[in-house]
C-alpha cells in the first residue's frame, strides 16, 4: 500500500519541478503510443496514472494560493497556469491518444469491467470536447482560447481577493454596535491612542456579523455596497471570457455554452434545465411573496433595502420562534462540533477519525486518519478559520485519489475541508453559528465522496469523472443532518458548562430551519438562471447587466440597488467550475432530498439505506452515472417531490 503524500511546497523550484514533470510526461506519451499492440492494461492505465502524480504536485500550490496567498503564491501560480494549459491542450487535443482510447474500446470494450468502459467513454467523449477531432487551424485557436481563459479566471478570483482584504470600516461609537455578538465584537475590538475601536472587513464572518445584527443603517448600506461593487474590472474580465467561450463552444460544434456543458452532466438538454429552473421558480414564488410581505410589515415604516433584509430577518425570526442564533453558538464551539460529526460519521458509517501530528501550513490547521475497522482508508485536512490572505467562502479540495497504479500497488485518498469560521484567540473560542455546523457537514460530504472510493482507476475514482450536476448529492446529503436531533446532541454542548442543547432548543432550530426558505430558494435560482442564460447566447457589456435585472424581476422579491454588480464577485461561474453549472445544487438537491427523508424513515443509525449510500455512491466514485447508482441504492427512479418539502415550500 502507498503510503500518503506529505504535504510540502517549495516555491522557489515549484516551476522547474513543473517543467520537468511536463518534460517527462512527453517521454512517457511517446513510448505508449509507440506500443504495436495497444491495451486497456499497457495503455490505458499508466495514461490515466499519470493525472495522480500532477495532483501531488500542483494541488499543494493550488491550496496554498487559496488559504495562504501571497506575492508570492500568486506569482508563481499565475506562471504555472500558462505551462499547464499549454500541456493539458497538447493531452486533450492528441488524435493519436484519441484514435488509440478509440482502438482499444473497438477491441476490448466487452472484456473490461464497469471502471475500465467508464473510463474509455469519459476519456473519448473529453477528447472529443477538447477538439482532438478538429483541424489543425481550429485546434490551434482552441489551445489560445484555452490559455487565456486560464489567465482570466485566476485573475477574477485574485481581484476578489484583493478586493475583499482591502476593505475595512472603522467604528468608534459604540451605539453602532450595540447588539452584536460579543464574540465577534472581541475579533472586531482593537485599542488605538487610549480608544476602543471595531474593524469590520468583508471577509465573511465580519461581515454576516454586521449585516445581521449591526443596529446602524448607513453603515449596513456601506458594508453592503463595498461588498457588491468589489472588482469592477471583472465587468471587462467577463465580457472576455463570455466571447471566448461562445466561440470554443462554436469550435467544437455547439451553438453555444451550455450546449458544451451539458455534454459531460446528467441533464438532457437546455430546455430541461431551464424547465427545471422556472417551475420551481413558480413553485417557490407565491410562498417568497408571503415571505416578504411579512419581514416589510415587521421592519415598519422604513423602505426595505437589500442592506435591511438579514438584520430584520433576523428580529423577525427571533420574534417568531423565540429563537436567538446567539444562544446557540455557545454550544457550537469548533472543536467540539468536529469531534461530534466524527462521532456521527462512525455511528452511520463505521469510520473512525484519528488525529495526526504534522507540520501544515497553518499553526490551526488539523490532519486526521480515517479507518474502517482496524483498516486505514484516508487522510483528511482541515483549516477552518478566517484570516486575511485566504479565499472566502468554504470547499472540499481533493488530494490524493484511491487507486491502483500498474504495479497493482493501492494508494489511499486524501482531501482538504477549507472554511472561514469565527476565528479563535487564547481568550476566545471559536463559536459557530448553525448555518457553520451545517456548511461543515456539507463540505464533509463532499469529502467522504472522494475519500471512502474504492474504485482501481484513478480517473473515475472518488470525484474523478462525476457528473458535475451531481456532484452536490452527497455534499447536501450530509448536511441535512445538521438538524436531526439525534445528531445534534452529539456534539452541541455549552463549551463552558457541557451542558447539551436542550429539547426545545432543538425543537426551535427545527422549526426555525425553513424561515424565509422560499426567498432563500429563489435566490439560489437567480444564481442558476442569470449563469445559464448567460451561456446560452453571447451577452456583453450592458447586456449582462440587463440579463440579470431581467431575471430578478422573477426572483428577487427585494429589488437590489442599482450599484449591485454581483456579477463581478460570482466566483463560482467565472474562476471555478460552475460555468452553465450552477443548476447542479438544486438538480442535485432532488437526489439529496430523496435520499436523506429515505434514511431518516429507516431511523437514521442502523439503516440499511445509510450502508447502501455507503458501499454505492460513495464506494464507486465516478465508475458510473450518478443515476445509475441512485436507482441501484433506492431501487428506483428518484421522486423530486422531496425537494420542496425539504425546503418547506408547499
Given at each position: 500500500?502507498?503510503?500518503?503524500?506529505?504535504?510540502?511546497?517549495?516555491?522557489?523550484?515549484?516551476?522547474?519541478?513543473?517543467?520537468?514533470?511536463?518534460?517527462?510526461?512527453?517521454?512517457?506519451?511517446?513510448?505508449?503510443?509507440?506500443?504495436?499492440?495497444?491495451?486497456?492494461?499497457?495503455?490505458?492505465?499508466?495514461?490515466?496514472?499519470?493525472?495522480?502524480?500532477?495532483?501531488?504536485?500542483?494541488?499543494?500550490?493550488?491550496?496554498?494560493?487559496?488559504?495562504?496567498?501571497?506575492?508570492?503564491?500568486?506569482?508563481?501560480?499565475?506562471?504555472?497556469?500558462?505551462?499547464?494549459?499549454?500541456?493539458?491542450?497538447?493531452?486533450?487535443?492528441?488524435?493519436?491518444?484519441?484514435?488509440?482510447?478509440?482502438?482499444?474500446?473497438?477491441?476490448?470494450?466487452?472484456?473490461?469491467?464497469?471502471?475500465?468502459?467508464?473510463?474509455?467513454?469519459?476519456?473519448i467523449l473529453h477528447f472529443e470536447l477538447a477538439g482532438a477531432h478538429l483541424d489543425e487551424s481550429s485546434k490551434q485557436r482552441l489551445a489560445e482560447i484555452n490559455l487565456r481563459k486560464s489567465t482570466l479566471t485566476n485573475d477574477f478570483s485574485q481581484n476578489v481577493l484583493d478586493a475583499t482584504n482591502a476593505y475595512e470600516k472603522i467604528i468608534t461609537d459604540a451605539?453602532?454596535?450595540?447588539?452584536?455578538?460579543?464574540?465577534?465584537?472581541?475579533?472586531?475590538?482593537?485599542?488605538?491612542?487610549?480608544?476602543?475601536?471595531?474593524?469590520?472587513?468583508?471577509?465573511?464572518?465580519?461581515?454576516?456579523?454586521?449585516?445581521?445584527?449591526?443596529?446602524?443603517?448607513?453603515?449596513?448600506?456601506?458594508?453592503?455596497?463595498?461588498?457588491?461593487?468589489?472588482?469592477?474590472?471583472?465587468?471587462?474580465?467577463?465580457?472576455?471570457?463570455m466571447r471566448l467561450r461562445q466561440e470554443s463552444a462554436e469550435l467544437l460544434g455547439f451553438q453555444n455554452y451550455s450546449e458544451y456543458s451539458l455534454a459531460s452532466k446528467m441533464a438532457p438538454d437546455p430546455q430541461s434545465v431551464l424547465k427545471f429552473l422556472n417551475e420551481l421558480v413558480d413553485a417557490s414564488r407565491p410562498q417568497g411573496e408571503k415571505e416578504i410581505?411579512?419581514?416589510?410589515?415587521?421592519?415598519?415604516?422604513?423602505?426595505?433595502?437589500?442592506?435591511?433584509?438579514?438584520?430584520?430577518?433576523?428580529?423577525?425570526?427571533?420574534?417568531?420562534?423565540?429563537?436567538?442564533?446567539?444562544?446557540?453558538?455557545?454550544?457550537?464551539?469548533?472543536?467540539?462540533?468536529?469531534?461530534?460529526?466524527?462521532?456521527?460519521?462512525?455511528?452511520?458509517?463505521?469510520?473512525?477519525?484519528?488525529?495526526?501530528?504534522?507540520?501544515?501550513?497553518?499553526?490551526?490547521?488539523?490532519?486526521?486518519?480515517?479507518?474502517?475497522?482496524?483498516?486505514?482508508?484516508?487522510?483528511?485536512?482541515?483549516?477552518?478559520?478566517?484570516?486575511?490572505?485566504?479565499?472566502?467562502?468554504?470547499?472540499?479540495?481533493?488530494?490524493?485519489?484511491?487507486?491502483?497504479?500498474?504495479?497493482?500497488?493501492?494508494?489511499?485518498?486524501?482531501?482538504?475541508?477549507?472554511?472561514?469560521?469565527?476565528?479563535?484567540?487564547?481568550?476566545?473560542?471559536?463559536?459557530?453559528?448553525?448555518?457553520?455546523?451545517?456548511?461543515?457537514?456539507?463540505?464533509?460530504?463532499?469529502?467522504?465522496?472522494?475519500?471512502?472510493?474504492?474504485?482501481?482507476?484513478?480517473?473515475?475514482?472518488?470525484?474523478?469523472?462525476?457528473?458535475?450536476?451531481?456532484?452536490?448529492?452527497?455534499?447536501?446529503?450530509?448536511?441535512?443532518?445538521?438538524?436531526?436531533?439525534?445528531?445534534?446532541?452529539?456534539?452541541?454542548?455549552?463549551?463552558?458548562?457541557?451542558?447539551?442543547?436542550?429539547?426545545?432548543?432543538?425543537?426551535?432550530?427545527?422549526?426555525?430551519?425553513?424561515?424565509?426558505?422560499?426567498?432563500?430558494?429563489?435566490?439560489?435560482?437567480?444564481?442558476?438562471?442569470?449563469?445559464?442564460?448567460?451561456?446560452?447566447?453571447?451577452?456583453?457589456?450592458?447586456?449582462?447587466?440587463?440579463?440579470?435585472?431581467?431575471?430578478?424581476?422573477?426572483?428577487?422579491?427585494?429589488?437590489?440597488?442599482?450599484?449591485?454588480?454581483?456579477?463581478?464577485?460570482?466566483?463560482?461561474?467565472?474562476?471555478?467550475?460552475?460555468?452553465?453549472?450552477?443548476?447542479?445544487?438544486?438538480?442535485?438537491?432532488?437526489?439529496?432530498?430523496?435520499?436523506?427523508?429515505?434514511?431518516?424513515?429507516?431511523?437514521?443509525?442502523?439503516?440499511?439505506?445509510?450502508?447502501?449510500?455507503?458501499?454505492?455512491?460513495?464506494?464507486?466514485?465516478?465508475?458510473?452515472?450518478?443515476?445509475?447508482?441512485?436507482?441501484?441504492m433506492m431501487g428506483r427512479e428518484c421522486e423530486s417531490k422531496n425537494l420542496l418539502r425539504l425546503s418547506g415550500i408547499d
Amino acid at each position: 500500500m502507498h503510503p500518503f503524500t506529505d504535504f510540502t511546497l517549495n516555491l522557489e523550484t515549484f516551476i522547474d519541478d513543473l517543467n520537468r514533470l511536463i518534460a517527462d510526461y512527453h517521454q512517457t506519451i511517446d513510448t505508449l503510443l509507440a506500443i504495436e499492440g495497444k491495451t486497456y492494461n499497457n495503455f490505458v492505465r499508466p495514461f490515466d496514472f499519470m493525472e495522480e502524480e500532477m495532483e501531488l504536485l500542483f494541488t499543494p500550490l493550488s491550496h496554498m494560493n487559496a488559504v495562504k496567498n501571497s506575492e508570492a503564491t500568486q506569482k508563481v501560480y499565475a506562471d504555472a497556469l500558462p505551462i499547464l494549459t499549454e500541456y493539458s491542450t497538447f493531452i486533450g487535443q492528441n488524435l493519436a491518444i484519441y484514435e488509440a482510447f478509440k482502438q482499444i474500446k473497438a477491441t476490448e470494450y466487452d472484456k473490461l469491467n464497469i471502471e475500465q468502459r467508464r473510463i474509455l467513454d469519459l476519456n473519448i467523449l473529453h477528447f472529443e470536447l477538447a477538439g482532438a477531432h478538429l483541424d489543425e487551424s481550429s485546434k490551434q485557436r482552441l489551445a489560445e482560447i484555452n490559455l487565456r481563459k486560464s489567465t482570466l479566471t485566476n485573475d477574477f478570483s485574485q481581484n476578489v481577493l484583493d478586493a475583499t482584504n482591502a476593505y475595512e470600516k472603522i467604528i468608534t461609537d459604540a451605539a453602532d454596535v450595540e447588539g452584536i455578538p460579543e464574540s465577534d465584537l472581541e475579533n472586531a475590538c482593537f485599542e488605538e491612542d487610549g480608544v476602543t475601536k471595531y474593524r469590520f472587513t468583508l471577509q465573511m464572518p465580519s461581515y454576516i456579523a454586521y449585516m445581521t445584527y449591526g443596529p446602524n443603517r448607513a453603515i449596513r448600506e456601506e458594508l453592503y455596497r463595498a461588498y457588491t461593487t468589489r472588482a469592477p474590472q471583472n465587468g471587462e474580465i467577463i465580457d472576455e471570457l463570455m466571447r471566448l467561450r461562445q466561440e470554443s463552444a462554436e469550435l467544437l460544434g455547439f451553438q453555444n455554452y451550455s450546449e458544451y456543458s451539458l455534454a459531460s452532466k446528467m441533464a438532457p438538454d437546455p430546455q430541461s434545465v431551464l424547465k427545471f429552473l422556472n417551475e420551481l421558480v413558480d413553485a417557490s414564488r407565491p410562498q417568497g411573496e408571503k415571505e416578504i410581505a411579512e419581514l416589510r410589515a415587521f421592519a415598519g415604516d422604513i423602505d426595505l433595502q437589500s442592506y435591511d433584509s438579514a438584520y430584520y430577518g433576523e428580529m423577525l425570526k427571533k420574534a417568531r420562534y423565540d429563537i436567538d442564533e446567539e444562544e446557540y453558538r455557545p454550544y457550537f464551539e469548533q472543536h467540539s462540533v468536529i469531534l461530534g460529526m466524527f462521532t456521527f460519521l462512525e455511528s452511520l458509517f463505521g469510520l473512525r477519525f484519528v488525529p495526526q501530528t504534522l507540520e501544515l501550513w497553518d499553526e490551526k490547521a488539523t490532519a486526521y486518519d480515517i479507518y474502517e475497522g482496524d483498516n486505514l482508508r484516508a487522510r483528511v485536512y482541515f483549516d477552518l478559520e478566517a484570516r486575511k490572505g485566504k479565499r472566502g467562502g468554504a470547499w472540499m479540495h481533493n488530494f490524493q485519489t484511491h487507486c491502483e497504479d500498474t504495479q497493482g500497488c493501492t494508494h489511499l485518498s486524501s482531501a482538504f475541508v477549507v472554511c472561514n469560521f469565527p476565528p479563535s484567540s487564547e481568550t476566545s473560542p471559536s463559536l459557530l453559528r448553525h448555518d457553520d455546523v451545517v456548511t461543515l457537514f456539507h463540505e464533509m460530504g463532499h469529502t467522504l465522496h472522494h475519500l471512502l472510493s474504492r474504485v482501481k482507476e484513478h480517473g473515475v475514482s472518488g470525484v474523478n469523472g462525476v457528473e458535475w450536476d451531481a456532484v452536490e448529492f452527497p455534499s447536501q446529503f450530509l448536511e441535512n443532518f445538521a438538524y436531526e436531533p439525534k445528531v445534534l446532541k452529539l456534539f452541541a454542548k455549552h463549551y463552558e458548562t457541557a451542558e447539551v442543547l436542550s429539547d426545545e432548543m432543538i425543537a426551535k432550530l427545527i422549526r426555525a430551519k425553513n424561515f424565509q426558505s422560499a426567498l432563500f430558494m429563489l435566490r439560489q435560482l437567480e444564481f442558476a438562471l442569470f449563469d445559464f442564460e448567460l451561456h446560452s447566447r453571447l451577452y456583453q457589456g450592458e447586456e449582462v447587466q440587463h440579463l440579470l435585472d431581467t431575471i430578478r424581476a422573477r426572483t428577487a422579491l427585494i429589488t437590489p440597488p442599482s450599484y449591485n454588480k454581483f456579477q463581478n464577485g460570482f466566483s463560482h461561474i467565472f474562476s471555478g467550475g460552475y460555468s452553465a453549472g450552477y443548476y447542479s445544487y438544486k438538480w442535485a438537491e432532488v437526489l439529496s432530498a430523496d435520499a436523506y427523508y429515505a434514511i431518516v424513515d429507516e431511523g437514521v443509525f442502523g439503516s440499511e439505506l445509510a450502508r447502501k449510500y455507503k458501499e454505492i455512491v460513495l464506494a464507486k466514485g465516478g465508475s458510473q452515472s450518478m443515476q445509475e447508482l441512485f436507482v441501484e441504492m433506492m431501487g428506483r427512479e428518484c421522486e423530486s417531490k422531496n425537494l420542496l418539502r425539504l425546503s418547506g415550500i408547499d
